[in-house]
């Protein structure tokens, strides 16, 4: 008899344990539930309708966890990318931590070796990256009244090759420069501020040598220049006279 009240308290004792176990697990979820949601209650909100969330910043991996698109204003600091800066916007992030795509403010744009190139102005843009996240291309307007689309060289010179520019101070039309050699460019076909049309050809050195030029009313010219003689010739004048 006393053999079957001990079991029956051994049975008791083990059935209350389980219980206590069973309320220090729901106890565990709970108080984890409660500080997840208090505190991303902080930085996430609903409106009443429930279909607009408002956050600071959203980070979205891929499948090892690396950082790969980043959204925020600014955009969320995070480890293992190469840059870091107070972007406004939206960043692709390649596999080893360069900036591949950004769309944003026009931030200071990394090049070749790591230097890092300031804007002129303040405006908003895309600008596109190689694997290393050195400028190749992009667009932008910025807030001085100047738009552009570039397309770049890549390493070692990472310079413009092409860009399409709207400069209100000076010209709006195409650019073409040369990889290396003097910083002028080779060809450009513009209109002017004062509604000149141009096309004109340099030499390395950015010379100019030839130069179609057409402005009104006026005769065209195609002038044909020799930096060394300081000559220029008009190649239509004897059109003209006639």
């Known amino acids: 008899m006393n053999e079957n009240i001990a079991e029956d308290r051994i049975v008791g004792l083990e059935h209350r344990i389980r219980m206590l176990q069973l309320a220090v697990v729901l106890a565990v979820v709970g108080c984890t539930l409660v500080g997840y949601f208090g505190f991303h209650s902080l ?4 409106d009443d309708s429930g279909q607009v ?3 600071r910043g959203l980070i979205i991996e891929d499948g090892q966890g690396r950082p790969r698109i980043l959204l925020g204003a600014p955009i969320p600091q995070v480890p293992g990318r190469k840059r870091h800066g107070d972007d406004n916007g939206i960043i692709l992030v390649g596999e080893n931590g360069a900036d591949r795509v950004v769309i944003g403010d026009p931030t200071p744009a990394p090049q070749a070796g790591g230097k890092i190139v300031q804007r002129i102005s303040p405006g908003v843009g895309l600008v596109v990256n190689d694997s290393e996240g050195n400028e190749r291309g992009g667009m932008g307007v910025l807030d001085n009244g100047r738009a552009a689309v570039c397309l770049d060289y890549p390493n070692p010179s990472n310079r413009d090759a092409i860009c399409l520019g709207v400069l209100p101070e000076a010209f709006a039309g ?7 050699g003097d910083s002028g460019e080779r060809a450009m076909m513009a209109v002017m501020k004062d509604g000149t049309s141009v096309l004109k050809l340099a030499d390395t050195n950015a010379n100019e040598r ?7 009313e006026s005769p065209a010219q195609f002038l044909v220049l020799d930096p060394k003689a300081k000559s220029k010739i008009d190649m239509l004048a004897d059109i003209k006279a006639k």
């Open 210 to 216: 030839a130069m179609l030029l057409v402005h009104g």
């Open 43 to 46: 930085s996430v909100k609903a």
């Open 53 to 55: 969330l408002r956050v």
């Open 174 to 180: 195409l650019i073409v420069n040369a990889p290396s």
